[in-house]
T-cell receptor, first 112, second 118 residues
Framework: SQQGEEDPQALSIQEGENATMNCSYK?????LQWYRQNSGRGLVHLIL?????REKHSGRLRVTLDTSKKSSSLLITASRAADTASYFC????????????FGKGTTLSVSS | GAVVSQHPSWVICKSGTSVKIECRSL??????MFWYRQFPKQSLMLMAT?????????EQGVEKDKFLINHASLTLSTLTVTSAHPEDSSFYIC??????????????FGPGTRLTVL
């Protein structure tokens, strides 16, 4: 099963620009996480935001969570070519021990 | 800490053969492990939840007789793709949950196994 939708599906920007990706989900959650995946590689955990948090920062990443709208956004500031990857949101449900459910992902391409 | 390994990292096999993929938690004990499948340019789809010492729970549409899961120890889960066919070619990713983790769902992901069935 798939929890959420990301938009846009694909995003192309120039180095130095900001990239914003959005994620919507359907059920109540305990937390929401963002992952990066370079082509053909494994997942890299970026950031986790809990359901009682509204915003979180980590370096050039800023994540917001709006539980009333069941949505989250990931902002990458001052993007670099190395940020080129697919980005997925994943939701953790309130039931402990259950799997993360992934959204469809956004493919980000940053050109220099 | 919290490292999960998978073996092999890639495998090519002939149609009709069986392939076993191992998922190990290297520095923590995992009572629960999860198996995901990812087709090219798509997201990760949960296949099954593997609990140590009990039968796996499969997601709807995943054939339990085709994808055999064994979680015999707190650090190892295996996924066996039986009688593999080209449509089983995919990227298989496991994750493990630290049994000492808090209430939220922190999972640690393996690097994935790319299966190509000829």
């Amino acid at each position: 099963s798939q929890q959420g939708e990301e938009d846009p599906q694909a995003l192309s920007i120039q180095e130095g620009e900001n990239a914003t990706m959005n994620c919507s989900y359907k059920t109540s959650i305990n937390n929401l996480q963002w992952y990066r995946q370079n082509s053909g590689r494994g997942l890299v955990h970026l950031i986790l935001i809990r359901s009682n948090e509204r915003e979180k920062h980590s370096g050039r990443l800023r994540v917001t969570l709006d539980t009333s709208k069941k949505s989250s956004s990931l902002l990458i500031t001052a993007s670099r070519a190395a940020d080129t990857a697919s980005y997925f949101c994943a939701t953790g449900l309130n039931q402990a021990g259950t799997a993360l459910i992934f959204g469809k992902g956004t493919t980000l391409s940053v050109s220099s | 800490g919290a490292v999960v390994s998978q073996h092999p990292s890639w495998v090519i096999c002939k149609s009709g053969t069986s392939v076993k993929i191992e998922c190990r938690s290297l520095d923590f004990q995992a009572t629960t492990m999860f198996w995901y499948r990812q087709f090219p340019k798509q997201s990760l789809m949960l296949m099954a939840t593997s609990n140590e010492g009990s039968k796996a729970t499969y997601e709807q549409g995943v054939e339990k007789d085709k994808f055999l899961i064994n979680h015999a120890s707190l650090t190892l889960s295996t996924l066996t793709v039986t009688s593999a066919h080209p449509e089983d070619s995919s990227f298989y990713i496991c994750s493990a949950r630290d049994q000492l983790a808090g209430g939220y769902n922190e999972q640690f992901f393996g690097p994935g196994t790319r299966l190509t069935v000829l």
